[in-house]
DNA sequence: AAAATAGTGTCTTTTAGACAATATGCG
DNA sequence: CGCATATTGTCTAAAAGACACTATTTT
């Protein structure tokens, strides 16, 4: 029932505790060639240095969605809600903040072509984070932000396959070759990371370790001291390279261009086009770029919101 | 970030509004042939004589999981956190309660041989409701409860499919027979509640029509005095009729068993068989019922969390 | 022409489905 | 035995995957 052992209509405010009401942000992207999450460094305590989700407090009147695409705006730059946006989980463990109790709904962001990231007009850094490095470097997250995250990435990399998520990641228009790269990067990227999360996770609890100002600044920052500058969202194809050799860990991931199984460019032509309603034509052809090729077909994604079948990685070569 | 434009350690309550956070349940159960949600009938405005979904506050220093067990024993006597119970979502927009801003976190349960419901020991009526009548006999749902219901709904059926859920509408021990009539009416049942409430649904906000009393009372209530007893969950096989006849609308399904695409025994034996620690043989066989019949083995739930190949619902032959 | 990328054809292997056949209990 | 249900077998159709081949651009 609602109201618990009320029966008047308005409750007093003995009977329930207060709670205040977050929203934390997954912003994820694909740059660069590279799964990556947007991650904000905190300058205040708790958890001074660490890397933390974006997000903040819900208003008052305001719906919880609402809130999500305010500061999805907010921190990154996006106007007029375009891109995905969806509830991933509500994260509300009595001793997640250590200064009170807070109750956070998290939501999943796919984007492409994000601005520069934005501090949020306070001393605050901002960085699309490649999600490999997370476990590995050790790279600390403040409250329980990396269970968060782990969630979201198995979110993702499960989503990808059964919905058109991975075309979020995607231009506007799009060659059927960028949305198999984009599959390749996400499902390349989040195995590793999760094969990481469970070595490296051990499952002590949300504030474990004291943070090590060192380890928590592994990247080279972008201070931009403008307030958030709303860059609308539309550039040519191609734009292949936004953050590349920014990072100390771009070239990390040209290195690791190991072999992983990637998708056969024929059959996920079919894969794709068999799906009724997946991809839309335009009629359009792209360039070839610099080192030629034959021009492909361009294409924009259509209303449909479940694949069947799913379009699923290939198996790993037993 | 966390702290949204504040400095020092601990906020002060302007920086944010307080918030009531309550848990509602959403018990799925297959009882009698039927799936089933729990539903209770309010007594109290706003929605007095709804329907609604069970739940309550989450308490102070008490984990919002922790609050949905506890609700849980609370309004099913169910003790020791046995079944499954998984967070659905979180519901909180603005204007969702009337008397007062309340973020809720639905909870979503499978529990198999429920004990009858027990009101929460105020007079308050509870039901395991069918709930393919909920759409056409336009059943009233308090507050936003029939879009949770419908979102409940749609997880229940994807989510048989690729884990092993269904299982847990099963005794601890099943033949494939039993775990195949659980498909077949979950699948059969949420397939024709969510043809009816894309119809019924008119999407009007959650506070649409007055209440009806008449039609909120279609059912024959087991008002229940005493306080929650605690059932344990252990009794023999093939409990199979335990609500019969006592809902007004067991006979309906029963007319109603007319062609519904049912898997194919032999086919679903090996689908079952082949995912890799999905069942364990227990050794054991159960005894043939009433009507005769070779004996089948009895099986228990392995530990796996992911059916790969999914098992999949029959297609409507074309 | 050579290189590079897009897209198609074809063959093989795997999987899914229909349905017959056999197994094992009961009255 | 005859009935009912469980379980296995077999054949067929559909889907997935490997990989060769054709097409169209740039240098």
Known sequence: MYPCSVTNTSYSSSDYPDFAVTVDLLVFSVINKTLRILLIQRDEDPFRYSWALPGGFVHEEENLESAAWRELAEETGIANKVGHLEQLRTYGDAGRDPRMRVVSVAYFAAEYDLPEPQGGGDAKYAEHVPIVEIPNKSIKLAFDHRKILTDAVERLRNKISYTPLATQFCPEEFTIAQLRSTYDIIWRDTEKYLAGAKEHDDLRGPASKPFELKSARPHSFQPVAAPVALHLVTQPLKSEAP???????????????????????????????????????????????????????????GNLDQLSPPIRPKKPSK
């Not at 335009?282 to 021009?295: C, F, I, N, V």
Request: hydrophobic share 30%; proline share 7%.
């Open 243 to 301: 953050l590349a050799e920014k990072t100390s860990l771009s070239y990390l991931m040209q290195n690791e261009e190991t072999s992983y199984a990637k998708l056969d460019p024929g059959n996920f032509q079919r894969s794709v086009l068999q799906v009724d309603g997946f991809l839309e034509p335009t009629g359009k052809k792209s360039s070839p770029s610099t080192s030629g090729g034959r021009p492909a077909e361009l294409f924009t994604v």
